[in-house]
Structures are given as C-alpha cells and as structure tokens.
C-alpha cells in the first residue's frame, strides 16, 4: 500500500462528511462563539490519539499476545458494520450518538474521529511494515487536515451539498469502505492461513 492509497482509506474510514451531520447535532447546544475552540480541541485530542496508536500499537499487540492477522480481520469486521450504518442510517447517526452538551473527548475526538476501525488500521499500517513509519505519518495526518477543514468549515458544506446531498456521499463513502472491509478481512484471512501453513 502507498502513502496515497492509506490516505485515502484513512480518510474514508474517517468519514468526515458523513459525520458532519453527527457533529452538528452534538455541538448544537454549544454557544456558537465556543464552537470552532472545542472542534479544534477535539481534533488535537483525535490527532495525539492516532499517533500513539501508530506508533505504540505494535507494542500493545505484542503485549497481548495478539498477531497482526487478529487486527487485520477485526479492522476489517468493525469497518464492514460501520459501513453497513453509512448505508442504512439509523436513528441518532452512524453511532447512535444523542446530542450532548459541551463534549470533552467523547464523543468528537474518539470515537467519531479516531474510531477503532481507524486505530485498528493505523496499528496493522504500522505492523506491517515498520520501516515505513515516516509515510504512515504522513497519510495519518494528511488524512486528518482533511478531515479537520471539513469539520471546521462543517456549517459551510451543510449549506452548499443540503442534506441530501450529504447523505448521498455518506452512501457512496459507504459502499466504498465495504470494499476496502472486504479485502482487510480477506488478507488478513490470508495471512492467517499462510502463517499456518509455513508458506
């Protein structure tokens, strides 16, 4: 996989604009004039939390005891529901979050932004190959500026794609991630059964 490709499946995974409509509804009780700090305080607190699971992931596996094949198909599993709920929305949004007050952590930073699809993928990025940590940055965090000016500039979107169009790209992202589900789990099969076998 290419720095570009894990961008891209990052930035899927994260579903920014699928997510937008989540975000609004949570931070609508917020005063307006707080809106902007919390979103930014929040996107820190998801960005600092990718990055440890990025690079501190591996040694928790090992810790564990669990194989890289293990998160392969568990990534694979969590994403497939998430983009079943991107498909066929339910009540509350793709997590069925209710709208809060002020959030601190949860439910902005983790797990709408840095969910455990996302951190499962950064993990097996990172085990996978190891000596490519320098473009696993890049992609984590190119692919959470692009998330950041989507959320930040959220009220802008919502006016210019309506909430139809919203979440017809919510559908298309969806259909998308099931894909990208499928072939994680299927490696991940894969590479099960090939370290099994000796291959």
């Not at 005891?65 to 498909?87: P, T």
């Not at 992202?173 to 291959?199: C, E, N, P, T």
């Amino acid at each position: 996989m290419d720095i570009w490709t894990a961008l891209i499946t990052l930035l899927l995974i994260m579903n920014p604009l699928g997510n937008l409509p989540i975000f609004l509804s949570v931070l609508r009780h917020v005063e307006q004039k707080r809106r902007r700090i919390v979103l930014a305080r929040e996107l820190i607190f998801a960005l600092i939390i990718m990055i440890i699971f990025l690079y501190a992931g591996t040694g928790l596996l090992e810790s564990l005891g669990l194989r890289q094949e293990a998160v392969g198909i568990a990534g694979g599993i969590i994403m497939f529901i998430i983009a079943l709920r991107m498909i066929f929305p339910q009540p509350g949004g793709v997590l069925g979050l209710p709208a809060g007050e002020e959030p601190f952590l949860v439910p902005l930073a983790t797990p709408l932004i840095s969910g455990p699809s996302l951190l499962a993928s950064l993990i097996l990025l990172a085990n996978q190959s190891p000596d490519r940590m320098l473009d696993w940055t890049l992609a984590a965090v190119g692919a959470w500026f692009v998330s950041a000016v989507v959320l930040m500039f959220s009220s802008v979107f919502l006016r210019a794609l309506g909430q139809r169009g919203l979440n017809a790209i919510e559908r298309l992202m969806g259909m998308i991630l099931i894909m990208i589900a499928v072939q994680m789990f299927l490696d991940g099969i894969m590479d099960y059964v090939m370290q099994g076998s000796g291959m």
